[in-house]
C-alpha cells in the first residue's frame, strides 16, 4: 500500500514527467528508463514508479514490463475513441450542470480563458483548457463521470500536441469557448450543449488532419 508521503511525492513527479512530455523534451515511443529518470529528476524509484503508473492510466505513458515504459504514441483510432466518447460524456456533464452554475464557475471559467490568451506552453495550455470545461462540468457532483472526462481530456493532450494543434487553433478555441461560456451564462442550454458538440467536433478534425505523418493510423 502505497504512503502518503509517496503518494503526494508521485503526484508531484508525474506533474513533471507530463510537463515533460506534453512540452516535448519526452518524445512519442521513447523509452522512459527508471534508472535514468530517477536520475534526472533526483527522485526514488518507489514515488516514482507510482507516478508512471498514473500516467499510464491517464494514456499519456505505456508500460512494456515490469519495469520498463515508454511516452504513448496515439494512432488515429485512439484519437477517434477518446473523441466520440467525450462527445458523449461532455454534453452530459454540461446539461447536468446547468442548473447548478454561479458566477463563481463562470468566473473560473472566464479566468482561465484570459490566462490561455498569451499562453505558448503546451502542457499549461492543456491544463488552462481543462480548467475551461471543468469549471463548467464540476457543478454537477457527478464525480465518477466528472474524473471519466478528466481521464479523456488528459489522454487526448498528448495528441493536441503531436499533431501541434493545440498551440495551432488557439484563436478558433478561444472564440469556441467564450461562445460556450456566454451561452451558458446567458442560461441558454440548447445552444450551449451544441456549441460544445461543435468545439469537440472541430478539436476532432484538426488533430486528424493537422499533420497526419506524426499521428500514425491504427493499421500501422
Known sequence: MISDTNKTQAESIADKIRTLILN???????????????????VSRTP?????????????????GFKGARVAKPD?????????????????????????HTKLDFAAAEMALDAAENEQQPSRLSDLNWTFHDALYRPSNRH??????????????????????????????????????????????????????????LAHHDIRNRNPRECPSSTE
Open 24 to 42: 516535448g523534451t519526452f518524445q512519442p515511443g521513447q523509452p522512459l528508463r527508471q534508472e535514468a529518470l530517477s536520475e534526472h529528476l533526483n
Open 76 to 100: 488515429l483510432g485512439m484519437v477517434d475513441d477518446l473523441f466520440e466518447m467525450r462527445m458523449l460524456l461532455e454534453p452530459l456533464a454540461l446539461k447536468s450542470a446547468f442548473q447548478h
Open 144 to 201: 465518477t463521470l466528472l474524473r471519466t472526462i478528466e481521464h479523456l481530456n488528459r489522454a487526448s493532450a498528448l495528441a493536441e500536441v503531436i499533431a501541434s494543434s493545440i498551440v495551432a487553433r488557439p484563436e478558433k478555441s478561444a472564440a469556441e469557448h467564450r461562445q460556450l461560456l456566454e451561452a451558458c451564462k446567458k442560461g441558454d442550454e440548447t445552444g450551449a450543449i451544441v456549441l460544445l458538440g461543435t468545439h469537440l467536433q
Open 48 to 64: 516514482l514508479r507510482h507516478a508512471l503508473q498514473s500516467l499510464a492510466e491517464n494514456g499519456l505513458v505505456e508500460t512494456t
